[in-house]
């Protein structure tokens, strides 16, 4: 199945936290946070204006973004778990 979102939204792909604290501390699956960075996997066309004209997002696929802790909306696609937020939920593009 493909999924192809509209107007002004993104499917993200998290990426997995660390698994150690830089002292060497393992952290447990249960104690970790959700990290707030992924990987922009399909972007929309873009949002419409009040003019009609449609606005093209700034971010694309392939992007490695940061976004807000509680952006977005799981979903699963595929039997993988992805994230749909708007474009505005983006914080940044982690460039390097």
Known sequence: MSFR?????????????????????IIPDTAKEKPSEGVVVAVGPGARDEQGVRVLPDV??????????????????????????????????IEG
Not at 5 to 25: C, W, Y
Not at 80 to 90: A, T
């Open 60 to 93: 694309s696929a392939g992007d490695r973004i940061l976004f807000g802790k509680w952006s977005g909306t799981e979903v699963k696609v595929d039997g993988e778990d992805l994230l749909i937020m708007k474009e505005s939920d983006i914080m940044g593009i």
């Open 5 to 25: 979102p509209l107007h002004d939204r993104v499917v993200v792909r998290r990426l997995d936290s660390e698994e150690k604290t830089k002292g060497g501390i």
